[in-house]
């Protein structure tokens, strides 16, 4: 099977990012802030929703143009913490500034607040797929 490889370079893009990245499942040792290249980078294991949720794969997810990281919730110091990441939202400056916020939001109420010049991210798989242990089940967390 072909290994998915996304790029973003709007909000319409980081939409269809956050579908993919929906659940999946990251150590914060496997997270990166660069600020003198200004890139923000995360190896994440990510639930294949494109394959009906029973597989996951290995996958590196970055942002270039981030001026500023922000955290809520997350023990920056807790290298092997596991944490599950739920969306990718981004929020735009006002006017015709292309920069804004991204938000990682993470399940618990954690978040990485990525500013941003503009959107410009990428996700690709790095690894075959193996079997998912369990798959969240998202409409009886609503019930």
Same mark, same amino acid.
């Given at each position: ?40 980078? +995360? !190896? *994440?294991?990510? %639930? ?6 029973? @597989?996951?794969?290995?996958? =590196?997810?970055?942002? #270039? ?15 092997? +913490? !596991? *944490?599950?990441? %739920? ?6 400056? @006002?006017?015709?500034?292309? =920069?804004?916020?991204? #938000? ?40």
């Amino acid at each position: 099977m072909s290994r998915l490889k996304l790029a973003a370079a709007d909000a319409e893009d980081l939409e269809v990012l956050s579908a993919r990245l929906q659940d999946a499942v990251l150590k914060l040792k496997n997270v990166s802030w660069q600020p003198r290249k200004r890139r923000f980078a +995360a !190896v *994440v294991n990510r %639930l294949q929703w494109e394959n009906g949720g029973k @597989t996951r794969v290995r996958a =590196g997810l970055h942002f #270039e143009g981030v001026l500023k990281v922000q955290t809520q919730k997350v023990k920056l110091g807790a290298h092997e +913490a !596991v *944490v599950s990441l %739920l969306a990718v939202r981004f929020t735009p400056n @006002t006017g015709e500034d292309p =920069g804004g916020v991204v #938000e990682l939001v993470l399940a618990g109420g954690g978040a990485f607040r990525l500013t941003v010049e503009c959107v410009d991210a990428e996700l690709a798989d790095m690894t075959s797929a193996w079997a998912a242990r369990g798959k969240p089940d998202h409409e009886s967390e609503r019930a």
